[in-house]
């Protein structure tokens, strides 16, 4: 049985664990409930950071029956139209009485998973370990096949509709590795998250990543992780480096020994702390492993003007 204490305690643990879990305003986190006979689906709200939730607030309800209803009912020959749709749904679906706050623009894959307890967040180590998936490591499925996890693997979608649209026909898992994505577990208790943790430590021991997570990174500030890490390319292993991209600009500079290599600008965390986290995400994952491969063209091109992105980026 899931308690509104284990959905409370996980999103204070994932947005604890910045760049290495969350960056910025990016994953999200549901409980579903029961109420009045209907199924409520309680979501992070739309653009506000993971160590934003709390009890007080950061969060909105949605009618899961309705949602789900109106989603499957999402037909359009164009992908443009869905989109759109898609985007009127998870409006329409809100209980909230503050238009200022939305449900995640993820809430299709929640409601689509069946388990009380869906978190879904950009973790470096998932983005890896579908990297290795991919490109058919020899000694990766054994790995695979002896995990404590169920794992799936999902190739590249365009996050909100189509992927949510996937999820919706797959077989059970305990957690979704995405492809320059990050991950979703899925849950009938609440901890989940200290499985996938200890999967993680386990991984990043037995692929040589360790110190990703080893004890001379993790537990770090932001600021220490920064100073350790050096100048990299700006690299798209992630759809928020598309999202955020002219945001993410703003706060590098050019590095003055290696052309096309980046630095964040000395001010930087002072100016805009979201894209200090994306930039180190980025920049750990570089050094981790420099030919992780990047998001398809198509992806890059089209993620940052989804209807639910714009709002997202709006900031409101
Ligand atoms: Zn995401």
Redo the contacts with the bound molecule.
Sequence with gaps: MIELEDFYRVCSSIGARSPYWTQGA???VSLKMKFDGKQLLRIKASGLRMDAVNRAGGTVDVDASAFKTRFLDIRADEEAECELQYAKVIQSSSLSSNPSLRPSM?TGFHVALEQPLVA???SIAAVLMADLYFKNLPAFPSWVAQSQLKLSFVDHFR?GFLLSRFLMQCPNSDAYV?RN??VILASNDGLVLEKWQKLEKDFCREFGFEWILGPTMIGQDLQEILSLLTAAPLKFYF??TAVFLERLRRVLIPDSKRSQFWVLKSEAMHEDRDMCELWAATALLYEACPDVAELPDEIIATVANLPVEKFRKSGT
């Design positions: 990016g994953s999200n993820e879904h967040f950009h996050p995405l994505h990050g759809p928020d």
